[in-house]
């Protein structure tokens, strides 16, 4: 069974830092792009940063600088180190990828992991 699995979500203070992690797990050939998305309560999900198979990366305006994507190929499993949080990070975060399979190809998405950015 191919799945996304992230962990690392908790409770940070303002000024903070967390790091969430996803692994892909399952009979997969190749991974291309992975990135992170996040919804805030009554707000629609957007799009915090994304990697490529090859590296590039992309970030929100209001996370540059901030928050560094990165990914480890052998472990197909993508990170977000998330520096200098304040309560507008407050959100649920989620995972997701394109991966390949022998005969397959499609985009998954993680289950969500809870970020909460309070004193």
């Known amino acids: 069974q191919v799945q996304l699995v992230e962990s690392g979500g908790g409770l940070v203070q303002p000024g903070g830092s967390l790091r969430l992690s996803c692994a892909a797990s399952g009979s997969i050939f190749s991974i291309n792009a992975m990135g992170w998305y996040r919804q805030a309560p009554g707000q629609e999900g957007a799009l915090v940063a994304a990697?490529?198979?090859?590296?590039?990366?992309n970030y929100a305006h209001s996370v540059k600088g901030r928050f560094t994507i990165s990914r480890d190929n052998a472990k197909n499993t993508v990170y977000l180190q998330m520096n200098s949080l304040n309560p507008e990070d407050t959100a649920v975060y989620y995972c997701n990828a394109d991966l390949y399979g022998s005969t397959w190809s499609r985009t998954y998405w993680g289950q969500g992991t809870q970020v909460t950015v309070s004193s």
């Open positions: 990697i490529t198979s090859g590296g590039s990366t």
